[in-house]
């Protein structure tokens, strides 16, 4: 098939970014596949096109099947200018797309625009909600209303990457079941074991101590307020612990809580990591922790990476993860977090064969469900699924989200006399 492929691609510094460098090079073997972008990038198995030239090609040689891959970040703005009037395949990364959604919006000024797509996604909540939102008091309450009906309704066929989630979402989606594909990740990136006494060296990290580690961006959802917390509370109890951050600072005062707790002799930031040198940095770390709240839904693959490199590890007990063994990764109770965060923390930091168990239990799941081969034949499947579902009647989406946007275009053509309406 020829297959119009939306996503972020590297160098974006986004994990959906690096999920479809993995994963076109294996589709790029049955698929002729053009990736359309808002900024300037490449990737193997595939041609990199400006989105703005999406449409034209679009209409002189149509695409088999669009593939949106949508999430709740900015990197994912440009899709909905086209996912309501080309529908494809959705693949929904974040369950809950509000805040992207409504920062885009609003943003832009485009107050009307939000009130009604807010009222067609929820109409049973108080509308009022949406002057909050609109004067910059939505915050965290954003999580509470996902924002994301117009965008499965729109949707040819949609798919996750967990069960639990595409049940909860088959009602909104009129158009046939939510398909489920396995997240998988590359097994254990090179350079690791080898490199990481030299990184711990250069992070003055002594040999004997335990470092536990968070990768991606830091932000208030990943808990970094709490693991400050039980670092802090682990070196008080005379455990040798020591925080390895990982990735960009992103709204999260990190200084000042690492201040307030006097910690700074044990955390290390290293800023943003290119994908190639993540490997010495996950063998560095004795345990991650993979924490979550508010969530989105995700199904993260920076904790797969982290259980391919046989990594012990740590997760949030959400609602939606409640089938992971504790053999696999033991949960942090969200309603009594810092003692229970503390506890896990303080048993792995000092039982290294508990350590190891979970290192190689966490592989093992990995292995037997969440290698990128099982993604692969997901996605074989899923795009000939997809392809083959009728388009069906057009849903009644907002009408900011189904206009042409094309009234300037006719009316300077008006004024050279053309009479054929040439961009119908």
Same mark, same amino acid.
């Given at each position: ?39 300037? #990038? ?10 703005? %030239? ?9 695409? %088999? ?58 109409? #049973? ?90 990768? #991606? ?33 992103? #709204? ?60 012990? @590890? ?87 989200? @189904? ?22």
């Amino acid at each position: 098939m020829r297959l119009a492929w939306f996503s972020p691609v590297p160098p974006a510094r986004s994990g959906i970014a690096a999920y479809s460098a993995d994963l076109l090079p294996h589709l790029a073997a049955d698929h002729a596949i053009d990736v359309f972008v808002d900024r300037p #990038g490449e990737v193997a198995g595939a041609r990199v096109l400006d989105a703005h %030239d999406f449409v034209w090609r679009h209409r002189l040689a149509p695409y %088999d099947l669009v593939v949106y891959h949508l999430g709740n970040a900015p990197c994912h703005d440009y899709m909905w200018a086209y996912l309501a009037r080309h529908p494809g395949l959705l693949v929904l990364h974040d369950a809950r797309l509000h805040q992207a959604r409504a920062r885009q919006l609003l943003q832009a000024g485009r107050f009307d625009d939000y009130r009604a797509e807010f009222r067609f996604d929820h109409p #049973g909540a108080v509308q009022d909600f949406a002057e909050y939102a609109i004067e910059g008091l939505g915050g965290p309450i954003y999580y509470y209303w996902p924002m994301r009906r117009a965008a499965l309704q729109a949707a040819r066929a949609v798919a996750v990457h967990n069960a639990r989630v595409a049940a909860d979402l088959q009602a909104e989606c009129p158009r046939g079941a939510v398909a489920t594909i396995r997240m998988g990740v590359p097994g254990a990136p090179g350079g690791g074991p080898s490199g990481a006494p030299a990184i711990r060296a250069a992070l003055a990290i002594p040999p004997g101590a335990v470092v536990f580690a968070a990768f #991606g961006r830091i932000t208030a959802e990943k808990r970094i307020g709490a693991i400050l917390r039980a670092i802090a509370a682990l070196s008080a109890d005379g455990i040798d612990a020591y925080l390895l951050l990982v990735g960009e600072a992103d #709204g999260f005062p990190l200084a000042r809580e690492v201040a307030a707790l006097s910690i700074a002799g044990r955390v290390r930031a290293t800023g943003y990591v290119p994908d190639d040198r993540i490997g010495v940095y996950l063998a560095a770390a004795d345990v991650c922790l993979c924490l979550r709240w508010p969530t989105a839904l995700e199904t993260s693959a920076s904790w797969l990476r982290c259980l391919a490199a046989a990594r012990p @590890t740590v997760v949030s007990d959400l609602a939606h993860l409640v089938d992971i063994p504790a053999a696999v990764a033991p949960r942090v109770n969200l309603l009594d977090e810092d003692r229970s965060l503390q506890g896990i923390m303080r048993q792995l930091a000092v039982d290294r064969p508990r350590r190891d168990a979970l290192a190689a239990a966490g592989q093992a799941w990995w292995a037997a469900g969440h290698t990128l081969s099982h993604m692969v034949d997901d996605y074989r499947q899923l795009l000939q699924d997809a392809a083959a579902r009728p388009p069906g009647a057009p849903p009644e989406l907002p009408a900011h989200m @189904t206009a042409g946007h094309m009234a300037l275009a006719r009316s300077i053509a008006r004024d050279f006399g053309v009479a054929v309406d040439l961009l119908a």
